[in-house]
């Protein structure tokens, strides 16, 4: 559950976007079938505020051409997600990669949804303020942790993540795959245990 501080920031976004407290009730009710902001999950919040501030930008200043595909077509100009000198520096840039990576089957290829996108770029951008002396990624960083990632179910993914945003946001991606790790590992001892208990009966 958010907290009253994370709730105030929320509306204040909505606001920033021209948006009501209806407005905002009725958007979660549809995306996330909650009524209330109080409901939110850890990882709802943080992909419905990410996705507040990029609808502010939008109307604060519109770019030349908008819509996801503009984005992707950007986002692979030189591959997934080149960027000058192969640096990510900023969330919005990791948007992008994470939204073509996914877009275009680098990642759980007709499984992963845009929710998985905002996720996958929180993480990232979490990676990216966790390299104190220069606060970026790589291409070659990203393309790494996108071969590492693409070797674990989704659901594994998607339950990692809603644990590291609500415990863990200060570590590195070695700690994130080690979450990952550990779910799969816990996953399988439980089958196992559960194969057992049928034989015996």
């Not at 606001?15 to 209330?36: A, M, N, W």
């Not at 609808?55 to 997934?80: D, L, Y």
């Not at 192969?86 to 990791?94: K, M, N, P, R």
């Not at 990216?128 to 960083?141: G, N, P």
Request: contains cysteine.
């Amino acid at each position: 559950m958010p907290t009253d501080r994370q709730i105030a920031r929320l509306y204040t976004l909505a606001h920033r976007c021209g948006l009501g407290r209806t407005d905002v009730h009725e958007d979660l009710q549809i995306r996330y079938g909650v009524p209330s902001s109080k409901q939110l999950t850890p990882l709802q919040y943080e992909a419905y505020t990410t996705d507040l501030t990029r609808r502010c930008r939008a109307v604060a200043s519109p770019p030349p051409c908008s819509g996801r595909g503009a984005r992707h077509s950007e986002a692979t100009a030189g591959g997934v997600g080149d960027y000058r000198e192969s640096a990510y520096t900023s969330a919005e840039q990791l948007r992008q990669f994470a939204d073509a990576a996914i877009a275009f089957g680098k990642l759980w290829p007709r499984e992963a949804n845009d929710q998985d996108a905002v996720a996958l770029a929180i993480i990232l951008d979490d990676f990216r303020a966790h390299r104190v002396r220069d606060r970026k990624l790589s291409q070659r960083q990203l393309d790494r942790f996108v071969d590492l990632l693409a070797g674990f179910p989704l659901e594994i993914f998607r339950r990692a993540a809603a644990e590291w945003l609500a415990k863990y946001r200060t570590r590195g991606e070695k700690y994130f795959v080690g979450i990952m790790t550990g779910m799969m590992r816990d996953d399988a001892h439980q089958a196992a245990a559960a194969r057992g208990t049928l034989q015996l009966i």
